[in-house]
């Protein structure tokens, strides 16, 4: 069986689609993993083009930045939508993660059994991406984020203005994380002005007040 029968025939596939995100959390206008998903290729290929358009390197450094941000939820294929609160509390959050990772690592070897150049991509999509891609698809994973925060408080939802807020400044210690790994590695002819945008990405100017 060829990796798209096998797709077809199997309509676990269609999870990512049907898991809904922000579990728990009051939303108006319901988020699929698969959305949010796509928002994350989105904003990955446009940063990629920001970053390294001129570079000689452009098409691969693409090739894999995308490739990482389509798989970067694969997980959640196997364990459904979990909250970033839980995944990174101070109590146990680097043990859930750990266990995470190797349950899906698990179930992705009972998938798929590397018969076929795709099936190998998806069984490698976790482990062999540079830390600058790795970098990059978070970034744009929080832009996804914040992007649908925006959306939900043009609908009136103002429930999760924290959360926004938070995502905001995870945004700016995101780009400020690549930036210095790009400026550590010494790389030429990447363009880090969208990153230094990104760096005072929503930063809040205090009110003066008059008398």
Not at 5 to 29: C, H, M, P, Y
Not at 124 to 149: G, N, Q
Request: proline residues 0%; charged residues 25%; glycine residues 4%.
């Amino acid at each position: 069986m060829n990796i798209f029968e096998l797709i077809f025939s199997d309509r676990d596939f269609d999870a990512l689609n049907q898991t809904t995100r922000w579990n728990g959390k009051r939303v108006i206008q319901k988020e699929s993993v698969g959305e949010h998903t796509n928002m994350v290729v989105f904003f990955t290929r446009l940063l990629v083009e920001e970053l390294y358009n001129g570079n000689s390197q452009h098409s691969s450094k693409c090739l894999e930045a995308v490739t990482l941000a389509i798989f970067h939820d694969f997980g959640e294929f196997f364990t459904g939508d979990i909250l970033h609160t839980v995944k990174y509390n101070q109590f146990n959050g680097s043990k859930i993660r750990d266990l995470l990772d190797d349950f899906v690592s698990k179930q992705v070897q009972i998938k798929f059994d590397k018969r076929t150049k795709s099936e190998s991509l998806i069984l490698d999509c976790f482990d062999r991406y540079s830390e600058e891609s790795h970098l990059i698809v978070k970034i744009s994973d929080w832009l996804s984020m914040s992007f649908f925060l925006e959306r939900e408080k043009s609908l009136g939802n103002s429930n999760l203005l924290d959360v926004n807020e938070y995502c905001e400044s995870k945004i700016r210690s995101s780009s400020l994380a690549l930036k210095e790994y790009l400026l550590s590695k010494k790389l030429t002819k990447v363009n880090t002005n969208i990153l230094d945008i990104l760096q005072k990405w929503n930063i809040k100017t205090p009110s003066i007040e008059t008398t």
